[in-house]
């Protein structure tokens, strides 16, 4: 079982580093390129707009494989692993 973690781990951390093989003026440069594309203009609301969601979203990406790393963690080492529902409503 401590395999197939060690050989999880290494597979996310090869698909991570090869996601940041672009600098990070090669990726702001990326992304100002996708928001001419767009059809925004450099130096207005929009476009500064534009690089933010770009920003926002790359983040919630990252996080949404670091949360399926943990998870696939966790039922590795323990099995499924359930929370418990602790906001119930209560009248």
Do not use: K
């Amino acid at each position: 079982m401590r395999t197939r973690l060690l050989i999880t781990l290494l597979a996310v951390t090869a698909t991570l580093s090869a996601c940041q093989t672009m600098t990070p003026e090669e990726r702001r440069a990326a992304d100002e390129q996708r928001c001419l594309s767009y059809g925004f203009r450099r130096g207005t609301d929009g476009f500064a707009t534009c690089l933010q969601r770009i920003d926002l979203d790359r983040r919630a990406e990252s996080r949404a494989q670091s949360a399926e790393l943990m998870q696939s963690m966790a039922w590795d080492l323990n099995g499924p692993y359930i929370y418990r529902d602790h906001w119930r409503h209560h009248h």
